[in-house]
């Protein structure tokens, strides 16, 4: 046989390390003179490790010598199973947040196929009739009634066919008549990933009102060309309808569809109301499916069989090749944002994909985020108003109330308590919202005035009465709570200020006759208690409901009357330039779960600042008039939306290491001209030590993104050159969300 001597290949290769470079491989010769394409995975070697890289591209040249460059062990897949679009996004995302590509890339694609070399998902068995039933097939199973049970059940699922969870819901014993039917070659089994599909549309679109009708009509007008519609809609006005029928439309043109939602886990109802109403294979990302089933689902949508997406963030990024239609629910939810790793923003990169690609995006949110308002005030993108509740429950009537020198019980105000009485007697349920888990946010010793304070971190540890310990919500760490003072040994120990527990157990003994249900991480940890509670606050068996945020997204309960938020104080001082925003969400969020077709619900806040403009605003002129006050505030100090930040944080354990590598940091940015743009810092964060790490960093500022970029550019690699840099861990937050 003549020996082939081909010329050496060179492919860039981004491997999953925190280095922002690609790395120079061989082609093997056995590869021959096969196209390879952008986006393949590799098996190579690197260190003492073999990885699984991605093709960025192939060269011509290296600059490594050919004898160091090592060969690619494995070439993995066929096809970029990302999809061009979809890596086309990445390289853009991992420039733009300045983060090392490999890792940016390994975060987008599924764990699955993070380390398996085989792409081949695991398929769902499934069995259907293998012709269709006649009459003569079912008076030969007469005499073997189960057979005949499975026979009408899988004739009743047509195509789609039946696999094991389906049988196990529907019929018991089945595997027996199952066998019995297969033999007689009545049925047969087939696979495919597991689709999610109703054969119950029972639930039929309510007759749309105007507005709804308005929305859907301007925005279907321009479904096949990029905008980005924000439908600002009261909650419960109706824009999971208008979702609906923009999907109706989009599929019946023969798209997919991407939903994204900020947590899947607390929005059941959502998910069920698409089951319900469209008539299409859907498939759900979620964290509690294994990492099979989740490559399943992804690869499902890949290739065209899954038609509608639903999913949280990391969703943003699953190859869909007939995508139509991005819907982001709730856009203003922090929660697209991710605060680790690769810090992208996945409401960003989704506007960013629909112009790619050309195709409409939807944010929905009842209070739009205000980078969002910013870009409807520069028309940039289009507004649709949803301003009725489309059941025409009046909005509910808000109220401060005056915590100054009144009496408090557990935080409670004598006002509000009286309230909660009257609208229980009244038939009507409560909902208290209190953003502090546990049962108290610390201990301290009343003798000598020792407090339990985090060894790791400069906070304080709260107590959890029921379990009895104290927990760090910002470390983690758990110890037994004490019976007596660390310092002086008394075992006069006070509880001081009041979480959810605490408040759940007060409100308890105060109404007894009254079920309390507590709705937060804690309370909700095992599987199925968050479907039980919420099951209990819709029948209306709890009375009172106390909880967190976790409350505040996306559920609609009818019987709730009086809405009551507990701890405003706290957000209206705080060192979070966000923080304000956020409370007015959530009053504004709340307010629309009060109040049934009856009677006007009514809402109390309380707080020892009742005039403090921010509520003013809020209370009297709304969301929308609060919102144009906070974008002329962030003006006023230079931050986004209408200014633009990026962060360098760094920690060390060693106290003085990270304030060092900043300091040089600074330095090296301040050789170069700051073309305007300001640099703050090194200043420790607000909250200096967490977790036994000491942590600074270093805040820029500009009115233009480009100005940030171009020192970025210069500045990153140089950074990663400092000897300094060896001590600490450090990263770059290009739109930050916080500022902790
Ligand atoms: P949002 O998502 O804005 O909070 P939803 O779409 O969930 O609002 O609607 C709130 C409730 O009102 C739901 O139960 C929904 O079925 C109902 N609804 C929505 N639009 C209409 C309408 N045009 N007529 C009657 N009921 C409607
Ligand atoms: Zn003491
Ligand atoms: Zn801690």
Redesign the pocket.
């Given at each position: 046989m003549p020996v082939q001597t081909s010329k050496p290949r060179f492919v860039k290769i981004a491997v999953p390390c925190p280095l922002y470079k690609t790395f120079d491989y061989r082609l093997p010769a056995t590869f021959g003179d096969r196209a390879i394409q952008p986006g393949v995975r590799v098996r190579v070697p690197f260190g003492r490790q073999k990885l699984i890289g991605i093709v960025i591209e192939e060269v011509s040249s290296s600059d490594v010598p050919a004898n160091k460059l090592k060969p690619v062990t494995a070439v993995l897949d066929e096809n970029n199973l990302l999809g061009d679009d979809i890596l086309k996004l990445l390289l853009w995302a991992a420039r733009y947040y300045v983060h090392p590509l490999g890792d940016a890339l390994q975060t987008a694609l599924p764990v699955f196929l993070r380390s398996n070399d085989d792409a081949t998902p695991a398929l769902n068995e499934y069995w259907r009739l293998t012709q269709p039933a006649t009459e003569e097939i079912q008076q030969s199973l007469k005499r073997a009634p189960k057979q005949q049970q499975l026979y009408q059940l899988l004739h009743a699922a047509a195509e789609k066919g039946l696999d094991t969870d389906a049988l196990n819901a529907r019929i018991e014993n089945w595997r027996a008549p199952l066998r019995a039917l297969l033999e007689k070659q009545l049925i047969e089994s087939f696979t495919r990933p597991a689709l999610l599909t109703s054969q119950n549309k029972s639930h039929k679109a309510?007759?749309?009102?105007d507005e709804?009708i308005e929305a859907i009509k301007n925005i279907e007008a321009h479904r096949k060309q990029h905008a980005v519609h924000v439908v600002n809609?009261?909650?419960?006005?109706?824009?999971?309808?208008?979702y609906l029928a923009l999907c109706e439309a989009m599929l019946a043109d023969g798209k997919q569809i991407l939903v994204l939602v900020p947590e899947i886990g607390l929005t059941p109802q959502l998910t069920q109301?698409f089951l319900e109403r469209l008539n299409a294979s859907i498939v759900i990302l979620h964290s509690a499916m294994n990492d099979k089933q989740r490559y399943a689902a992804w690869h499902a949508a890949a290739n065209g069989q899954a038609r509608l997406v639903i999913g949280t963030r990391s969703s943003v990024f699953t190859p869909m090749p007939d995508l139509g239609l991005i819907i982001i629910d709730e856009e203003h939810d922090g929660s697209y944002k991710q605060q680790d790793g690769f810090r992208y923003n996945a409401r960003d990169l989704a506007i960013l994909r629909a112009r790619n690609r050309n195709i409409p995006i939807v944010l929905?949110s009842?209070t739009p985020s205000l980078e969002s308002l910013n870009n409807i005030n520069e028309q940039r993108y289009h507004a649709h108003f949803?301003k009725q509740?489309?059941?025409k429950k009046p909005l509910p009537k808000i109220q401060l109330i005056n915590l100054c020198s009144q009496k408090l019980y557990e935080g409670l105000a004598d006002g509000l308590l009286a309230k909660i009485r009257q609208h229980l007697d009244a038939q009507g349920q409560v909902l208290l919202f209190i953003n502090r888990r546990g049962f108290a946010p610390l201990l301290m010793c009343h003798d000598c005035g020792w407090t339990t304070s985090c060894q790791r971190c400069d906070a304080h540890m709260t107590f959890h009465k029921r379990r009895k310990q104290l927990h760090c919500h910002h470390c983690g760490s758990q110890r037994p709570a004490p019976e007596n003072c660390d310092d002086c040994g008394s075992d006069n120990i006070l509880a001081i200020g009041a979480g959810t527990e605490r408040i759940e157990h007060f409100l308890q003994e105060r109404f007894p006759q009254t079920q309390v249900s507590r709705i937060d991480r804690d309370s909700t940890r095992n599987k199925g208690t968050l479907q039980e509670k919420l099951d209990k606050a819709h029948s209306g068996e709890s009375g009172i409901l106390v909880g967190t945020q976790m409350l505040a997204k996306?559920h609609?309960f009818p019987n709730i009357t009086l809405v009551c938020v507990l701890d405003t104080d706290q957000a209206l001082f705080s060192a979070d330039f966000r923080a304000a925003e956020h409370l007015a969400q959530l009053i504004t969020q709340v307010s629309?779960r009060a109040g049934r077709a009856e009677k006007a619900g009514e809402v109390l806040i309380q707080t020892h600042h009742p005039d403090h403009p921010l509520l003013q605003t809020l209370l009297h002129s709304g969301y929308p008039a609060f919102a144009k006050a906070a974008l002329q505030e962030r003006a006023a100090a230079g931050l986004p939306p209408i200014h633009h930040l990026v962060l360098l944080r760094c920690e060390s354990v060693n106290a003085s290491a990270a304030p060092a590598f900043l300091q040089q940091a600074a330095d090296l940015a301040k050789q170069i001209e700051l073309k305007d743009i300001d640099l703050f810092g090194p200043i420790p964060a607000p909250m200096e030590r967490r977790a036994g790490r000491y942590r600074h960093q270093i805040m820029l500022q500009s009115k233009q993104r480009k100005n940030l970029h171009r020192l970025l550019n210069w500045w990153v690699p140089q950074l990663q050159q400092l000897p300094a840099a060896r001590k600490v861990r450090w990263s770059i937050d290009v739109d930050p969300y916080d500022t902790f």
């Open positions: 309510p007759t749309l009102n709804q809609g009261i909650t419960g006005s109706g824009k999971t309808e208008v109301r929905g009842a949803l509740r489309a059941n996306g609609d629309g």
